[in-house]
């Protein structure tokens, strides 16, 4: 069962010494398929930026990510911050594999680096 909550802004009024202050106070906990995301996304970064990088990373999502040359698809869309572009559940990144790979549940990576800044990802599989 997945736990979403999502928080409204809060407004908090502080009054000290006749001044008037707000403060806007925006939180969501993050699921654990967003922060897989957000943690795949990392690694790529650093490979990205690092030649020679060579990283065996394994993760658990609990819905469907595909990976295809140059592009990452999301089963849910959600806004992912960070130095690549995004449309909707597209995410633009500098990657590229032998074939499109749909990674969910346990999977085990190969990501390395480049240098020419491309990451080569690879899926290992077990057993």
């Known amino acids: 069962m997945e736990f979403r909550s999502y928080a409204l802004i809060q407004l908090a009024i502080v009054v000290a010494l ?3 202050s707000i403060a806007m106070i925006h939180t969501r ?3 654990t398929y ?3 995301v957000r943690d795949l996304l990392a690694e790529i970064w650093v490979a990205a930026n690092t030649p020679g ?3 065996t990373l394994v993760l658990y999502l609990s819905r469907p990510l595909t990976l295809n040359n140059g592009t990452i698809i999301l089963s849910q869309e959600f806004w992912v911050l960070g130095p690549f572009n995004q449309s909707g559940r597209f995410l633009r990144v500098p990657i590229v594999v032998e074939e499109s790979i749909v990674l969910e549940g346990l999977v085990v990576l190969e990501i390395e680096g480049s240098s020419t800044g491309v990451v080569i ?3 290992v599989t077990i057993g």
């Open 18 to 20: 006749g001044s008037i």
């Open 29 to 31: 906990p993050m699921n």
């Open 34 to 36: 967003e922060t897989t």
């Open 53 to 55: 990088y060579r990283r």
């Open 121 to 123: 990802v690879k899926r």
